[in-house]
């Protein structure tokens, strides 16, 4: 899970807290790897003077509105509600934190506040050009304010508090106030800097001049001074159509949180993180606001094909075929990315600035790439007290490629990783879905399958129809021996749907923390061009929409339910609420009738006794009683939203922070009687490549920390022992 340090400003200070300090932020987290759910960030997305289409625009409001009413599993009226509704989320979208909008702003939109739906039944924009007009103003202001408080000298003897939470403030009454709270944001931000050189001076491992804290307070303002002005500049430099995007989807969450509208350009970036796959170079890029440089290349694509382009490289211009160049320094990453990406077979002209300072034009020859540590891979897990072999399989979520190609499918993926163990003659599986974020209902069908003969796996119901049954029609078992699934809080949609089946058929062990994600909708993709014979207002764009709820094989639902584990493991996240229930607007939870199920495949012998046995273990476990003492402890900061400005106060307050923090620091360690290795089929790729290798490795010396995962084998080797002492007595 990522948090962030600021809810509107750059990510620069972004960090990745899996079990360590958790600082009150200005709050403030994303999720990451939940396909299919849409989350709205507080962030501030500016108009820069793009031209509007009224036609187009228009035709794009009723469009959408269209296929809400037709479409959507459980539409809403359009009327003084809904614009309430609307009108609230889209203020939150663009100003959460308050600290862009005061009260006299906000007293000029609230009379559309009862408008907003008779607007978009006609197609008219007019709050949304007032709010456009207030964000253009307010950027200009805020940028000239944050600039003057960098200027001189910030003062950290003042004894005042910064309030990190939006909900918790209420509009800024006036300019005055207003730019109040960006001085304790500047200062924040500076403070912050200062503490962590001062904390990295103070390490006996430091080598260097320690700096006085007047030192770092200069050059941290010009540090912060220059991050802000880049991220302004980025901002500057979006255009309607994204704001638009933010606008539209306000409307659309009221709905549902899982619907939205896609752009063009959105929908292609959906179809590639999906699918797994995308046409390209196959190169890693990051920007700094101001040059976009290579941070890797991807095995097995064009650019590795090629040869030429390296890490570190900053692409200047880019070039399609024989056209001219384009320079791009300055530019979004993401333009940066759409000029790159092209169809299979296309040439692309890189104009780099190499490490050692000189300028090559390289030329490379798109082709599809496929991005491998995004797929399933599997391993072979043991202890040093037993030679049985387990298999162990990771799948990060349930992509596939709906293309006619077809070049990806998760479902076969990990028919060949089974393939793969069963050669190695594993005596279980464990298959790991944890912070799967789901995907392709087609693929979850199709893998259930490959564990029971046939059967029912998840039923799904239209509006206004009766539930449709999703079933596995093959009557083969590629394996039926034992089997064990992981989940934690993370895992959504697909991953509960197979988790919930395999543990309605009682054909697997659920292992994992308090519950699942509970997102218990189906979406699907509806092209908006469908709706017009216009050729001037093409392309639309698409609408995701949420058209169906699925339900367990027993009538349950996982909508906000989620699937509880049948053994449970301590989790850092156990008491945080992160699941759908903490969504704006999402669909409720019923049950409908269940529908006959029976399999032969394989049957747990003794749960029972699994789950004693596993708590028996946790318990005497000194790492799970950290997770359980970390997770507590992340529950109490996360209620902490105010935080001092004075540097003493500030100091002694992160240093409490940091000592809390430190008792976790090694929780996780390797463990040295959890042995893991790869199947023999994947050696000779791995080896191929150095940087296919550095990965693997790194990959598996993180899983040997894995507690949760290490407790999953000695579950699973207790369903073996129990099978065999079953079989020995018939």
């Given at each position: 899970?990522?948090?962030?340090?600021?809810?509107?400003?750059?990510?620069?200070?972004?960090?990745?807290?899996?079990?360590?300090?958790?600082?009150?932020?200005?709050?403030?987290?994303?999720?990451?790897?939940?396909?299919?759910?849409?989350?709205?960030?507080?962030?501030?997305?500016?108009?820069?003077?793009?031209?509007?289409?009224?036609?187009?625009?228009?035709?794009?409001?009723?469009?959408?509105?269209?296929?809400?009413?037709?479409?959507?599993?459980?539409?809403?009226?359009?009327?003084?509600?809904?614009?309430?509704?609307?009108?609230?989320?889209?203020?939150?979208?663009?100003?959460?934190?308050?600290?862009?909008?005061?009260?006299?702003?906000?007293?000029?939109?609230?009379?559309?506040?009862?408008?907003?739906?008779?607007?978009?039944?006609?197609?008219?924009?007019?709050?949304?050009?007032?709010?456009?007009?207030?964000?253009?103003?307010?950027?200009?202001?805020?940028?000239?304010?944050?600039?003057?408080?960098?200027?001189?000298?910030?003062?950290?003897?003042?004894?005042?508090?910064?309030?990190?939470?939006?909900?918790?403030?209420?509009?800024?009454?006036?300019?005055?106030?207003?730019?109040?709270?960006?001085?304790?944001?500047?200062?924040?931000?500076?403070?912050?800097?200062?503490?962590?050189?001062?904390?990295?001076?103070?390490?006996?491992?430091?080598?260097?001049?320690?700096?006085?804290?007047?030192?770092?307070?200069?050059?941290?303002?010009?540090?912060?001074?220059?991050?802000?002005?880049?991220?302004?500049?980025?901002?500057?430099?979006?255009?309607?159509?994204?704001?638009?995007?933010?606008?539209?989807?306000?409307?659309?969450?009221?709905?549902?949180?899982?619907?939205?509208?896609?752009?063009?350009?959105?929908?292609?970036?959906?179809?590639?993180?999906?699918?797994?796959?995308?046409?390209?170079?196959g190169a890693r890029l990051q920007s700094d606001g101001e040059k976009t440089s290579v941070t890797e290349i991807v095995p097995g694509g064009p650019a590795w094909k090629q040869g030429e382009l390296e890490?570190?490289?900053?692409?200047?211009?880019?070039?399609?075929?024989?056209?001219?160049?384009?320079?791009?320094?300055?530019?979004?990453?993401?333009?940066?990315?759409?000029?790159?990406?092209?169809?299979?077979?296309?040439?692309?002209?890189?104009?780099?600035?190499?490490?050692?300072?000189?300028?090559?034009?390289?030329?490379?020859?798109?082709?599809?790439?496929?991005?491998?540590?995004?797929?399933?891979?599997?391993?072979?897990?043991?202890?040093?007290?037993?030679?049985?072999?387990?298999?162990?399989?990771?799948?990060?979520?349930?992509?596939?490629?709906?293309?006619?190609?077809?070049?990806?499918?998760?479902?076969?993926?990990?028919?060949?990783?089974?393939?793969?163990?069963?050669?190695?003659?594993?005596?279980?599986?464990?298959?790991?879905?944890?912070?799967?974020?789901?995907?392709?209902?087609?693929?979850?069908?199709?893998?259930?399958?490959?564990?029971?003969?046939?059967?029912?796996?998840?039923?799904?119901?239209?509006?206004?129809?009766?539930?449709?049954?999703?079933?596995?029609?093959?009557?083969?078992?590629?394996?039926?021996?034992?089997?064990?699934?992981?989940?934690?809080?993370?895992?959504?949609?697909?991953?509960?749907?197979?988790?919930?089946?395999?543990?309605?058929?009682?054909?697997?062990?659920?292992?994992?923390?308090?519950?699942?994600?509970?997102?218990?909708?189906?979406?699907?993709?509806?092209?908006?061009?469908?709706?017009?014979?216009?050729?001037?207002?093409?392309?639309?764009?698409?609408?995701?929409?949420?058209?169906?709820?699925?339900?367990?094989?027993?009538?349950?639902?996982?909508?906000?339910?989620?699937?509880?584990?049948?053994?449970?493991?301590?989790?850092?996240?156990?008491?945080?609420?992160?699941?759908?229930?903490?969504?704006?607007?999402?669909?409720?939870?019923?049950?409908?009738?269940?529908?006959?199920?029976?399999?032969?495949?394989?049957?747990i012998a003794d749960l029972g006794k699994l789950k004693a046995n596993s708590e028996s273990r946790v318990k005497a476990d000194p790492t799970f009683r950290k997770i359980e003492e970390n997770a507590q402890?992340?529950?109490?900061?996360?209620?902490?939203?105010?935080?001092?400005?004075?540097?003493?106060?500030?100091?002694?307050?992160?240093?409490?922070?940091?000592?809390?923090?430190?008792?976790?620091?090694?929780?996780?360690?390797?463990?040295?009687?959890?042995?893991?290795?790869?199947?023999?089929?994947?050696?000779?790729?791995?080896?191929?490549?150095?940087?296919?290798?550095?990965?693997?490795?790194?990959?598996?010396?993180?899983?040997?920390?894995?507690?949760?995962?290490?407790?999953?084998?000695?579950?699973?080797?207790?369903?073996?022992?129990?099978?065999?002492?079953?079989?020995?007595?018939?």
């Open positions: 899970m990522m948090y962030s340090s600021r809810p509107n400003g750059p990510s620069d200070t972004e960090q990745i807290f899996s079990d360590m300090k958790w600082k009150p932020s200005l709050l403030f987290f994303s999720f990451v790897g939940i396909a299919g759910i849409v989350f709205f960030l507080n962030r501030l997305v500016p108009f820069t003077g793009a031209d509007p289409n009224p036609q187009k625009e228009a035709k794009l409001m009723q469009a959408v509105l269209y296929g809400l009413s037709r479409y959507h599993f459980q539409p809403k009226e359009v009327d003084d509600k809904f614009s309430q509704q609307a009108y609230k989320l889209y203020l939150d979208n663009i100003d959460g934190g308050k600290r862009f909008f005061t009260q006299s702003d906000i007293a000029l939109l609230k009379p559309f506040e009862l408008e907003l739906d008779d607007q978009a039944k006609v197609g008219d924009y007019a709050f949304f050009n007032k709010s456009v007009e207030l964000q253009e103003k307010s950027l200009t202001k805020t940028q000239a304010w944050y600039r003057e408080v960098l200027s001189a000298p910030i003062d950290f003897t003042k004894e005042e508090t910064f309030e990190t939470d939006g909900k918790k403030l209420s509009w800024a009454k006036d300019d005055a106030e207003l730019r109040s709270r960006w001085e304790k944001w500047m200062k924040y931000e500076v403070l912050n800097r200062i503490n962590d050189e001062l904390n990295n001076q103070e390490k006996p491992e430091f080598k260097g001049d320690k700096k006085t804290v007047e030192g770092l307070e200069k050059e941290m303002r010009e540090k912060v001074l220059d991050i802000y002005d880049k991220w302004f500049k980025r901002l500057q430099k979006t255009d309607r159509t994204r704001r638009l995007e933010a606008y539209l989807n306000a409307m659309i969450t009221v709905f549902d949180p899982h619907s939205g509208y896609f752009s063009p350009k959105e929908k292609a970036d959906f179809d590639f993180k999906m699918s797994g796959k995308l046409e390209g170079i890490p570190k490289d900053v692409i200047l211009k880019v070039a399609q075929g024989d056209d001219e160049p384009v320079d791009v320094m300055g530019w979004d990453i993401d333009d940066v990315v759409s000029k790159i990406r092209g169809s299979k077979g296309t040439t692309v002209n890189l104009t780099v600035l190499k490490n050692d300072g000189a300028t090559k034009i390289i030329s490379i020859v798109r082709d599809v790439v496929i991005m491998d540590e995004t797929l399933a891979k599997s391993l072979l897990l043991n202890t040093d007290d037993t030679q049985e072999k387990v298999g162990y399989i990771y799948l990060p979520k349930f992509y596939a490629d709906f293309t006619p190609q077809g070049a990806t499918s998760c479902a076969e993926d990990v028919a060949k990783e089974v393939e793969k163990l069963k050669r190695e003659n594993v005596k279980g599986i464990i298959l790991d879905l944890r912070n799967n974020g789901g995907g392709s209902l087609r693929d979850v069908v199709r893998m259930s399958g490959l564990f029971i003969e046939q059967g029912p796996i998840v039923q799904v119901k239209s509006r206004g129809h009766q539930a449709d049954i999703n079933a596995d029609s093959d009557q083969r078992v590629q394996y039926g021996g034992p089997l064990i699934v992981m989940v934690n809080g993370f895992s959504a949609s697909a991953s509960e749907i197979l988790a919930a089946a395999m543990q309605d058929y009682g054909r697997a062990v659920i292992i994992g923390s308090t519950t699942t994600y509970g997102k218990g909708t189906v979406q699907r993709f509806w092209d908006l061009d469908l709706t017009t014979n216009d050729e001037l207002v093409k392309p639309l764009g698409e609408m995701k929409l949420t058209i169906q709820k699925f339900y367990r094989i027993t009538g349950k639902t996982t909508q906000l339910d989620g699937v509880r584990p049948d053994i449970v493991l301590p989790d850092s996240y156990n008491y945080l609420d992160l699941g759908e229930r903490e969504n704006d607007y999402p669909l409720g939870a019923n049950t409908i009738e269940p529908v006959s199920f029976n399999q032969n495949a394989y049957h402890r992340l529950k109490r900061q996360k209620d902490i939203t105010k935080f001092p400005l004075q540097l003493d106060a500030y100091r002694k307050w992160d240093k409490k922070l940091e000592e809390e923090a430190n008792q976790f620091d090694d929780m996780l360690q390797p463990i040295e009687k959890f042995q893991l290795t790869n199947p023999t089929a994947d050696l000779l790729q791995i080896q191929s490549d150095t940087s296919r290798a550095a990965r693997n490795d790194s990959w598996i010396k993180e899983r040997q920390k894995d507690i949760q995962l290490y407790e999953a084998l000695r579950v699973m080797q207790d369903m073996i022992r129990i099978d065999a002492l079953a079989a020995g007595k018939h």
